[in-house]
């Protein structure tokens, strides 16, 4: 079976857009290969979050994505900074990282240009981190979105200078598994076309059914249908969107007829829409719930998962090792 990597940036909670984007894919993922899903803590001392930040936030995010259906006995899904040969592995491939290369990377000069007084090597060296992740269990499918594409070209460069270096067919090249194009997007609430991390934009699967309503019921519409048949500006194609996703095809018609006919009633869709989202969230944001209750669950199953990632990691550092001449 093909081994598959992703690691997943701790910074907030999950909304509806990351569940029908990178969270339903991993689910789908985790049935066809080896997967290591990772929460990567260590990426995130990049921009000095404080300590009780970093463990909240890994069990929230292990959590949600429990919650969501991944499923610790197909997937293995741990937390980066418990397994301590990512980093041996990191000094290796830092040794031939150049600097040149790596004040290039996009990534880095945006992050430069956002925290001017805090420009340090662990920025600078973010790719060859990502790089380690990856190559450490040999993947060969990375799940990304569209805007880690060049450190993913930084992590085949990598694999691929270490297999030259040491004349050696070792590690495969990962290749990037982009599913932001199969994906619906999931609008946003404020006539945005894109649901990002902005309160009133989107909804957490952690809420409520009072938040949810109380969400939806705000979403940006516009003054009504200008007449029959008309195209739908952006604003209510999101809502119709969304109805697509959450609703039944009896709904969708019935609203998308009374677009048609010019009856449309705003308040009437967003209603239904609000309670088909409410039904949808409910189960998941129940398990949520169970989970954080239950930081004893959590942890064993980070550990768990650790003891299986360390498997995997240590096998590829022992070989490394030798091919480098530590015997
Ligand atoms: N850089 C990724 C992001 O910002 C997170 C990440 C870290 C990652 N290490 C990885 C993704 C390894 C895939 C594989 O989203």
């Known amino acids: 079976m093909e081994t598959v990597v992703s690691g997943i940036r701790p910074t907030g909670n999950l909304h509806l857009g990351n569940y029908f984007g990178a969270v339903k894919n991993f ?5 066809d290969y080896n997967c290591y899903f990772f929460i990567a803590d260590w990426h995130s001392l990049t921009t000095r979050p404080n300590p009780e930040n970093i463990i909240n936030s890994a069990r929230t995010i292990l959590a949600e994505y429990l919650a969501c259906g991944i499923d610790p006995e197909k997937a293995t899904i741990y937390i980066q900074s418990d397994v301590k040969e990512v980093l041996e592995l990191y ?71 270490f297999n030259s270096m040491y004349n050696i067919e070792f590690f495969p090249e990962p290749a990037s598994f982009t599913f932001s194009s199969q994906a619906v997007k999931i609008p946003g609430l404020d006539g945005s076309g894109k649901m990002g991390k902005s309160d009133g934009n989107c909804i957490y699967l952690y809420e409520d059914a009072a938040a949810i309503r109380k969400k939806v019921m705000k979403a940006v519409t516009d003054s009504g249908p200008a007449g029959m048949n008309t195209e739908k500006p952006e604003v209510i194609q999101n809502l119709f969107t969304f109805l697509d996703i959450v609703s039944t095809k009896d709904t969708y018609d019935y609203f998308n007829d009374k677009w048609n006919d010019g009856t449309i009633r705003y308040g009437d869709l967003k209603k239904q829409l609000a309670e088909d989202i409410v039904a949808f969230n409910e189960p998941i944001r129940e398990r949520i719930a169970e989970y954080m209750a239950n930081t004893e669950l959590l942890d064993k199953i980070a550990r768990q998962g650790a003891e299986k990632a360390r498997e995997s990691a240590s096998k590829t550092i022992k070989e490394v090792r030798q091919i480098i001449g530590f015997r």
């Open 91 to 161: 000094l290796y491939l830092n040794m031939n990282a150049y600097l040149g290369e790596l004040e290039r990377t996009t990534t880095f000069k945006e992050k430069a240009r956002q925290q001017p007084d805090n420009v340090n090597a662990g920025l600078l060296t973010y790719p060859t981190l990502m790089a380690a992740d990856i190559i450490i269990h040999k993947a060969v499918k990375v799940p990304v979105g569209k805007d880690q594409e060049q450190n993913m070209e930084m992590a085949r460069k990598f694999a691929r200078r």
């Open 27 to 31: 689910i789908k993922m985790q049935n």
